[in-house]
């Protein structure tokens, strides 16, 4: 392979450089340890900030690439302000070694903690209902992710009960308390519905319900609640089969948990973007079951974006909101994800989707999988084991080209005579040709370097560069944060950083600002362990690292008292 053909930051025998104690702020996303692309993409001309990071497991995506952009603590560059985080957050490990570094930096912490459900802030899906349009987005993306996003092969069931449990919910979004405004309320409801074969005119107990609110409502028949049950004029085994597609879209909501988490909400995400916040999406790494939660809060998380820069700050949100998406396949199907992606850059968000494959977002999305790519300007390849006709390996040696090369040929022509001097007449004749080959191939692809990446810019030829290395990274290895009285009390606890116990969390009201994996008392290795409140070898899990060497960020964790 010519070096021509890929732009190469690597210097064969050049070490690797090692900035220990570098802080500061970055106004740059960082793809690679030499390349970065401006957060200002109207200088950049970029179109977008969009990424795609693929790498399978083990490469080092949360390492590599989502910590070190975390640690940068990075602002836009067209005012100093700093961008926000939107994390999918499998096993919650980002949360538990970045959370309390980015609220020591001012930022306000949230968790949806899906894993442990006691342990997070609440979501309900009523809060960011603003118009008959947005109650019909959220009920559109419950019932498409209900079978995983995939399209039903017949879908009348699934459109009937669209359309049923769309009068449902403008019945409690029109005619209940705020406080009774969640999806408990539509498993009442829905309970309610009921069906005869025999009885043709059979009435259930909501049926009896609708008609009071035809005669009470000010808005009468026109009342949409009505209006939708109009449309679904099944009766009998048929009416049974739409009850229960759509009992099947919201049975999660049946169990305690789910309802302790969503009857209330204490997110409030839609001003993730008026101020600097980290919001943490702690999501099953095995378990789908909760796909359609997940995909429900991105659904409604990017409305409320769009709402709120368009409506309250003319266009455009003054922070920049940034979603770093690991494990992008589990976040569910959004619904026209594919149409809200290009329109990113007008109100000041971008997304990081980090996958094994390419292949997922195919699969997902199917022909919409197009369009998404089509606004992914910048990708990152940091490595994968797959090999076949789907894998990484075969889309980016795609994505990367071809090349032309100079073949060269060699004939012999043997001859039988000799001449005078015992030399025979045989001649050799060299012939060249071009010759196209992929730029890499599928193999060299998979025998990357583990240190190396590929990362490919819109307009730019390909890189050739190491992958991050965080300990070179701005706030990574700085002692600032161990410092006693900047964020720090003399007791050796985080300043800012507030520990919990499990009745803090009883009332489905109160707001759980932050949260580690398990609460308990929060200190740092240096000035606990000197002054003599716990013996140093008693520190679990990460604590056992250099003292005043790391930043507070790395070492923050759960500990519990020898």
């Given at each position: ?8 930051k690597?210097?064969?025998?050049a ?12 106004s740059?996303l ?11 993409t109207?200088l ?26 975390v ?6 560059p067209?005012?100093?302000?700093p ?37 997070s ?9 603003r118009?008959?349009?947005s ?96 449309k ?9 089969s ?19 988490l ?64 690991d494990e ?31 292949n ?8 919409a ?5 089509d ?7 940091i ?30 022509h ?14 050799v ?20 370097p ?22 070179t990274?701005?706030n ?7 410092v006693q ?7 050796g ?6 520990t ?53 960020g790395?070492?923050?964790t ?5």
């Open positions: 392979m010519e070096r021509g053909q890929i732009m190469i690597l210097k064969k025998n070490k690797r450089k090692t900035e220990h104690g570098k802080t500061g702020r970055e740059n960082v793809l690679s340890q030499n390349v970065k692309v401006s957060y200002n109207w950049s001309k970029l179109g977008s900030l969009n990424c795609l990071v693929i790498g399978g497991t083990g490469e080092g995506k949360s390492r590599g690439f989502v910590k070190p952009n640690y940068s603590l990075p602002v836009d067209r005012d100093g302000k961008v926000s985080f939107v994390f999918t957050d499998p096993k919650g490990e980002l949360c538990s070694e970045t959370a309390g570094f980015l609220e020591a930096n001012g930022y306000e912490i949230r968790v949806l903690n899906i894993n442990e459900q006691h342990f802030d609440c979501y309900n899906p009523f809060r960011y209902i118009s008959a349009d109650l019909l987005i959220m009920v559109d993306s419950v019932v498409e992710n209900a079978n995983g996003g995939k399209t039903p092969t017949d879908p009348h069931w699934s459109n009937s009960a669209k359309s049923l449990l769309n009068s449902i919910c403008y019945g409690v979004y029109y005619e209940f308390a705020f406080r009774d405004q969640n999806f408990t309320t539509v498993s009442e409801l829905l309970n309610m519905c009921g069906f005869s074969e025999e009885d043709d005119g059979y009435q259930s107990d909501y049926d009896i319900w609708l008609e009071h609110l035809a005669e009470t409502s000010r808005m009468g028949e026109e009342h949409p609640a009505v209006v939708w049950r109009r679904v004029s099944a009766t009998g085994k048929e009416m049974s739409i009850i229960s597609t759509a009992q099947t879209a919201v049975r999660l909501f049946a169990s305690k948990d789910v309802q302790r969503t009857n209330v909400d204490t997110l409030a995400m839609d001003t993730i973007g008026d101020r600097p916040t980290a919001f943490y999406i702690i999501i099953p790494t095995t378990n789908s079951t909760y796909n359609f939660l997940i995909s429900l809060l991105h659904t409604q998380l990017f409305e409320s974006l769009y709402y709120r820069a368009q409506n309250v700050f003319d266009g455009s949100l003054p922070h920049h909101v940034t979603f770093f998406q992008y396949a589990n976040v569910g199907k959004i619904p026209d994800f594919d149409k809200k992606i290009s329109t990113f850059r007008s109100v000041n968000l971008s997304t990081c989707m980090i996958v094994q494959s390419p997922q977002i195919e699969t997902l999305y199917d022909k999988a197009a369009d998404i790519m606004n992914v300007h910048q990708t990152v390849f490595g994968s084991g797959g090999q076949g006709e789907k894998s990484a390996t075969k889309w980016v040696s795609n994505a990367l080209g071809i090349k032309t090369i100079q073949a060269e040929q060699t004939s012999v043997k001859s039988k005579t000799v001449d005078l001097f015992g030399i025979d007449g045989s001649t004749e060299h012939s060249y040709s071009a010759v196209q080959r992929q730029l890499m191939t599928q193999d060299e692809l998979y025998r990357l583990s240190d190396q990446c590929i990362v490919m810019i819109k307009g730019q030829k390909p890189f050739l560069d190491y992958k991050i290395n965080p300990d990274c701005l990574f290895c700085s002692d600032l944060f161990t009285g900047k964020h720090a009390h003399t007791d606890t985080l300043q800012g950083v507030r919990f116990d499990e009745d803090t969390f009883s009332g489905s009201g109160n707001r759980m600002k932050f949260c580690l994996l398990r609460f308990a008392e929060i200190r740092t290795e240096s000035l606990a362990a000197k002054q003599g409140l716990y013996p140093a070898d008693a520190i679990v899990g990460n604590l056992a690292r250099e003292v005043d060497a790391a930043i507070i790395m070492i923050i759960v500990i519990k008292l020898a």
